[in-house]
């Protein structure tokens, strides 16, 4: 108990500032890059149209890379961004969350693409023929259909976006704008006291305990959500 007291009771310990810029990131853009997902995914998935396929190899393709091949290119990229737009440079809340956003686009566009495949076309065709247009039907009929895979989605995009340190750490370097991850770390790092190993392991279980709310709360849609969007492709 004495380290959960000292979590949220020492100064140097800037805890729930830690816990709130982790909300403030992983929630939007998690939100924002499942809606851009999921109006990717069903135009991938109604409509033909001329490189359809070759874009969808291409975010199968980039996929295949893991993320910290692109530290450099996103530090520089974003640097140049920070002198002329410093609130969306580095070490700004908005840079990192545009990053994560297009991060989650292509597992999510592939997930969700696979699954609206499985909602039959008939639909859509009896939408239009009593006069909906695609908006409607898209915002109407597929997306209530489409809840265990957007569930699913926003679970990974979610949890992934909060559990990240090596993106974060490259962002924000000021310690009151650290996410959870990057923040905790700091507590271990070489030149911090031995003591607060403890008040590492209490953060990270109160960290824990988040992701396992979110994943309770959503598990009768997680079976259905990654099956349904992965047997078709």
Not at 43 to 60: D, I, K, W
Not at 216 to 227: A, E, F, K, N, P
Request: without cysteine; proline residues 4%.
């Amino acid at each position: 108990t004495g380290n959960f007291e000292r979590l949220f009771t020492e100064d140097n310990i800037p805890f729930g500032r830690w816990f709130m810029n982790s909300l403030v990131i992983a929630v939007p853009a998690a939100f924002i890059s499942i809606l851009i997902s999921s109006l990717a995914a069903y135009a991938f998935s109604r409509f033909r149209f001329t490189g359809r396929r070759p874009m969808l190899l291409f975010l199968l393709l980039i996929q295949m890379f893991p993320a910290f091949l692109s530290v450099v290119a996103l530090y520089l990229i974003f640097g140049s961004i920070g002198d002329y737009y410093p609130v969306a440079g580095l070490n700004s809340k908005l840079g990192l969350m545009l990053v994560y956003m297009g991060g989650a686009l292509g597992v999510s566009t592939w997930l969700m693409k696979g699954f609206f495949d499985t909602i039959p076309k008939e639909l859509d065709e009896a939408a239009t023929i009593d006069g909906a247009s695609h908006a409607q039907i898209f915002f109407g009929m597929i997306l209530p259909l489409s809840a265990p895979i957007i569930a699913i989605s926003g679970i990974l995009a979610f949890v992934g976006t909060m559990n990240d340190f090596i993106l974060a750490s490259l962002f924000l370097t000021d310690r009151p704008e650290m996410t959870l991850a990057v923040g905790l770390k700091t507590l271990t790092a070489a030149n911090s006291p031995a003591s607060y190993f403890g008040v590492f392991a209490a953060g990270t279980l109160l960290t824990s305990i988040l992701t396992v709310t979110v994943f309770m709360s959503l598990q009768r849609y997680i079976v259905s959500g990654l099956t349904g969007g992965a047997v078709k492709g």
